[in-house]
């Protein structure tokens, strides 16, 4: 495999779901693909392909998310000249481009009724018809396809054909997200910032600090090997000292005191206003019974104000727009409690 297709990993569960691939890619049948957004659905699609007997043969990918309803079919199927507006010239379809070869397409529960309907026919009798005309094309076309959700849910909310997912679904592969790939999280890091720091000219590789260990494996990784690869190769760019271990990862890239405020849509006429969130961070209240009321409050009032300015980095302008205050009375309130050194 290329250098981009590579897989990394050792944990049993990305091992298992690599060596069912590697089974499959002999079979001449469809294979759905499953798996959470960054979990590399498109480089076990590839290596279906690469270790078939179809090796040789086209790679076409289409992303049926990327499709407007209306061109989907012409795009899978092709389409004659005058068949529809601005359809000046015949075109084949993807089906055809991959006669021989094997078609992927990815983000397959996007796909409309009416898509998927064509779609069983081309993938039961092999044969497609491409739009205004009469006749059908005869083509070999193995199909992959993956989707980030769960098929059979679809089916009983009538959103996805059974007899469809009956078709593709002679073997399912569903990859396992990042964090339940134990062990896995430091190699992929390692991977990915030894060849960062190769790509920005770093002469030796620092490794990593324990804060940045902890943090990897502390992280949830909603977006996977994806994300994670973002997460590293923007830790070591950031880093300044290439001589010590990078120990700062920076998980959210939009994260800033000045980024923009949300804009909420306004409420229907007639419609009841909603309450906006409290921006500030939650202050622990007071344990217990309170003896002085007004030394509780101005506690309460100095802990948030103290959090406050350190969300923002001690800016005050910032820290008065997150708590609703004027810059005059986030002085005020920093010089009565003693923050405002």
């Known amino acids: 495999m290329e250098r981009e297709t590579q897989f990394i990993g050792q944990s049993a569960a990305f091992q298992d779901a690599v060596e069912r691939a590697s089974l499959a890619a002999s079979l001449d049948r469809p294979v ?49 000249a005058g068949a529809f507006t601005g359809a000046t010239r015949s075109r084949a379809g993807r089906f055809e481009e991959a006669d021989g070869g094997t078609l992927f397409l990815d983000e397959l529960a996007t796909m409309s009724m009416g898509a998927q309907e064509r779609l069983l026919r ?5 044969e497609v018809t491409r739009v205004g005309a009469s006749r059908p094309i005869r083509v070999d076309v193995r199909i992959v396809a993956a989707t980030n959700e769960h098929l059979p849910a679809l089916v009983d909310d009538n959103r996805f054909r059974a007899d469809l997912l009956d078709r593709l679904s002679f073997e399912v592969i569903t990859l396992p997200p990042l964090r339940a790939r134990e062990g896995d999280i430091e190699v992929l890091a390692t991977y990915f910032g030894q060849r960062m720091a190769a790509v920005i000219g770093w002469d030796e590789w620092p490794g990593f600090g324990p804060r940045a260990l902890a943090a990897m494996e502390g992280h949830d990784w909603p977006g996977n090997v994806r994300e994670l690869r973002n997460v590293i190769e923007r830790a070591i760019y950031r880093w300044g000292d290439r001589s010590k271990p990078v120990d700062a990862l920076s998980f959210d890239p939009f994260a800033s005191p000045w980024q923009p405020a949300v804009r909420k849509p306004a409420a229907p006429t007639g419609a009841p206003a909603a309450v906006p969130a409290d921006p500030a961070p939650a202050a622990s209240a007071p344990s217990g019974p309170v003896s002085d009321l007004r030394a509780a409050v101005d506690g309460y009032e100095k802990q948030i104000l103290a959090d406050t300015m350190a969300r923002c980095r001690f800016n005050q302008k910032v820290a008065a727009e997150a708590l609703g205050l004027s810059y005059d009375q986030i002085r005020h309130a920093l010089k009565k409690h003693g923050l405002n050194q």
């Open 122 to 126: 081309a993938v039961e009798y092999g």
């Open 32 to 80: 759905l693909v499953i798996g959470e957004r960054g979990t590399g659905k498109e480089l076990i699609a590839e290596r279906l392909h690469r270790l078939s007997a179809r090796w040789d043969r086209p790679y076409v990918i289409m992303n049926c998310a990327a499709m407007p309803e209306t061109l989907i079919e012409s795009e899978l199927f092709g389409h004659e």
